[in-house]
C-alpha cells in the first residue's frame, strides 16, 4: 500500500479514512511515511453518508473521498502506538492487582466459614497465616494451597510489570520535562495500607 501511495505518479494533498479498529495502526504507518494522513470521526462519516441512495463500499469511498477533498470532516484524535503499549501494561498490572486482591479475598472467606480469622496480616505474611490456620485441617488446607499457589505466581509478576512500568513513564516523563521520583511507585493495594 505504501510503495503505491509514495509512488510519485500521485500528488496527495491529504489520505483519509474512517476511525475504526485498525486505524491506529494505519494512521501510524501512513504518518511514519511522511504522507498527509488524516483520521475522520464515525458519526461524522455516518452523518454525511446517511443522504447517499447506494450504500455500498465504493459508493462510501467515494463520499469520504469528497468529505476530504471539501474539507467537510471532524479529524478523530489518533492515540500513538506507544500510548496503546503503555495502556496496555497498566491494563495488564491493574487485572493482575485485580485477581490477586480477589484471591486472597476468596482465601479469607474461606477459612472465615469454618470460624478462623486471618485478622491484619500484611501481604509476605498472609501465605503463612494461612497455612497456620488450615493446618490441622486437610481437606482445606488443599483447597487453600492451590489458591495460594495461584496468588503467589500472580504476585511475582508485579516486579517484572513494574519495571517495565517504571521504564515507559520514565521515558514519557523526559519527553514532558517533568520529574520522574514521584511517578515510579505504583499505587499501594486495598490490603497494603
Known sequence: MLRVLKDSAFQFKRIGFEAGPLSQWLFDGLAKADLPVVCIETRHTKAFLKAQVNKTDKSDARGIAQMIRVNLFRPAHVKTLASQQRRALLTGRKLLQEKAIAIESNIRGLVRNL??????????????????????????????????????????????????????????????GKTVAPFLKGPKMSHER
Open 115 to 176: 470460624g478462623l480469622k486471618v485478622g491484619a496480616v500484611g501481604v509476605i505474611k498472609f501465605e503463612n497465616r494461612i497455612r497456620e490456620l488450615v493446618d490441622s485441617m486437610p481437606d482445606l488446607a488443599d483447597i487453600t494451597d492451590a489458591l495460594l499457589i495461584a496468588r503467589r505466581r500472580i504476585r511475582e509478576q508485579y516486579p517484572q510489570r513494574d519495571i517495565a512500568r517504571q521504564t515507559l513513564m520514565a521515558a514519557n516523563l523526559r519527553l514532558t
